[in-house]
């Protein structure tokens, strides 16, 4: 099974910080890849598939990027909303072992 | 409204079974994959069960692999999760997702719902 591993698992950053979180494949996943964002209490939401695309009303402040193994989430400037669990989910095989492990943003 | 409603959580004692319930609204159901996704208490995301849109082609995470089954009815807008032998590690939220695809294998998760609490103690 290909895994998926993000770091870092947390960090804390500015207001207006460039932030970018990773997650690594075990094997290639080509762009097949997802982010989601969860707000403390709060359901998961989809924020980026095919490893770039926003999803419709996701602010443009949020980018991903990446293909193959390697993804990136960045957040362009980071806001006191975008406290969150960000996690990346690879979709290219059956969904055994989704989703990384989760990477919690915090303001400093 | 698009949404998806969770019902059927509750306490239930260790080897017992539940069986959780989803209604869709506000799209086509049966156009989609459906999945079940679950979040122990202050633990990531779990997928743990997907169906794709006819029923035709279904898989479980190994963590829940013949306790499990999901299963869906496609003219009632619903999905179900029948969970037997429960265990204590089956604590959890979940959530009832909706894929962007019409097979569960291939897709990513678009809609969630609110999700019901399943809590297995004695």
């Known amino acids: 099974d290909i895994q998926m591993t993000q770091s870092p698992s947390s960090l804390s950053a500015s207001v207006g910080d460039r932030v970018t979180i990773t997650c690594r494949a075990s094997?290639?996943?080509?762009?097949?890849l997802a982010w989601y964002q969860q707000k403390p209490g709060k359901v998961p939401k989809l924020l980026i598939y095919?490893?770039?695309t926003l999803q419709s009303g996701v602010p443009s402040r949020f980018s991903g990027s990446g293909s193959g193994t390697d993804f990136t989430l960045t957040i362009s400037s980071l806001q006191p909303e975008d406290v969150a669990t960000y996690y990346c989910?690879?979709?290219?095989?059956?969904?055994?072992?989704?989703f990384g492990g989760g990477t919690k943003v915090e303001i400093k | 409204e698009v949404q998806l409603v969770e019902s059927g959580g509750g306490l239930v004692q260790p080897g017992r079974s539940l069986r959780l319930s989803c209604a869709a609204s506000g799209f086509t159901f049966d156009d989609y994959a459906m999945h079940w996704v679950r979040q122990a208490p202050g633990k990531g995301l779990e997928w743990v069960s997907g169906?794709?849109?006819?029923?035709?082609?279904?898989g479980y995470a190994d963590s829940v692999k013949g306790r499990f089954t999901i299963s869906r009815d496609n003219a009632k807008n619903s999905l179900y999760l029948q969970m037997n032998s429960l265990r204590a590690e089956d604590t959890a939220l979940y959530y009832c997702?909706?894929?962007?695809?019409?097979?569960?294998?291939?897709?990513?998760?678009?809609?969630w719902g609110r999700g019901t609490l399943v809590t297995v103690s004695s």
């Open positions: 997702a909706k894929d962007f695809h019409w097979d569960y294998e291939h897709g990513y998760f678009d809609l």
């Open positions: 989910q690879k979709y290219n095989s059956a969904p055994q072992d989704t």
């Open positions: 169906i794709s849109w006819n029923s035709g082609s279904i």
């Open positions: 095919a490893a770039s």
């Open positions: 094997q290639g996943i080509s762009n097949y």
